[in-house]
């Protein structure tokens, strides 16, 4: 029951990051220029919108893949893991903190004009990989 606890719990907040982390995005699907070598391809308005709907569904359905193998990860952390930074497994917080915090500075330094978006982004997946995860796996 454990596991089974932990992989719905991963499932629940890959889709939370997937669903909010949508509101963050979101408006630049939509807001491509038309100079973008993508919306090049898809001249015709409509053609945009599905595209867009596309990517989101697919960056959804990643952030729930995502948390399914945090899911799995914190199952093994768990094991030897103690209580700590607010999070029944201090271990597993820390390294989602490390993780995703290495990734949304590469992401910064890489789109410097997109810095507040990552920095929300990161701050969103934190809360919900490393602290929720946790939390609704061993409630």
């Known amino acids: 029951m454990e596991t089974v606890a932990a992989l719905f719990s991963g499932f629940v907040a890959?889709?939370?990051?997937?669903?909010?982390?949508?509101?963050?995005?979101?408006p630049l699907l939509v807001s491509v220029p038309t100079t973008n070598w993508?919306?090049?391809?898809?001249?015709?308005?409509?053609?945009?919108?599905?595209v867009s709907?596309?990517?989101?569904?697919?960056?959804?359905a990643g952030c729930a893949v995502l948390g399914l193998l945090l899911g799995v990860a914190f199952l093994n952390v768990a094991d030897g893991g103690s209580s700590g930074l607010g999070s029944p497994s201090?271990?597993?917080?820390?390294?989602?903190?490390?993780?995703?915090?290495?990734?949304?500075?590469?992401?910064?330094?890489?789109q410097p004009t997109?810095?507040?978006?990552?920095?929300?982004?990161a701050l969103l997946a934190i809360g919900c990989y490393g602290w929720m995860l946790p939390h609704l796996a061993v409630s």
């Open 114 to 121: 997109l810095w507040r978006r990552f920095a929300l982004t």
């Open 53 to 60: 709907l596309g990517a989101a569904l697919v960056a959804q």
């Open 14 to 26: 890959g889709a939370a990051v997937g669903v909010l982390g949508l509101g963050i995005f979101g």
């Open 90 to 110: 201090w271990q597993f917080t820390t390294g989602v903190i490390l993780v995703v915090g290495l990734i949304a500075i590469a992401a910064a330094f890489w």
């Open 38 to 50: 993508l919306r090049r391809q898809f001249p015709d308005p409509s053609n945009w919108v599905m």
